[in-house]
């Protein structure tokens, strides 16, 4: 079984995607700031890389925590992870 966590830290956070080859990213929307994303480098047009800067600066605006797993059920390098509210 695996387990999944949930942090605000920045530095977990941008350990965990680095770690598994993924840069901060957002989907373009009509709002400020757009939806985040990990972009593990799959094509997505909709997907803009940004800084982390940037990416931080919208997470703590919008009061969000990250939901993330460190392994999969069989014991491999998970990639799953969630933005979900404070």
């Given amino acids: 079984m695996s387990q999944a966590n949930t942090t605000t830290d920045h530095d ?4 965990w995607a680095e770690s598994r080859g993924g840069r901060p990213a957002r989907v373009k929307t009509s709002g ?5 994303r990990i972009d593990f480098g799959e ?6 890389e940004i800084d982390w800067d940037e990416f931080f600066r919208v997470f703590d605006e919008r009061k969000l925590a990250f939901l993330y797993q460190d392994e999969t059920g069989s014991g491999g390098t998970s990639r799953f992870n969630k933005f979900v509210e404070r």
């Fill in 32 to 36: 400020p700031g757009g939806i985040l």
């Fill in 12 to 15: 977990t956070i941008r350990k």
């Fill in 43 to 48: 094509q997505d047009d909709n997907l803009e």
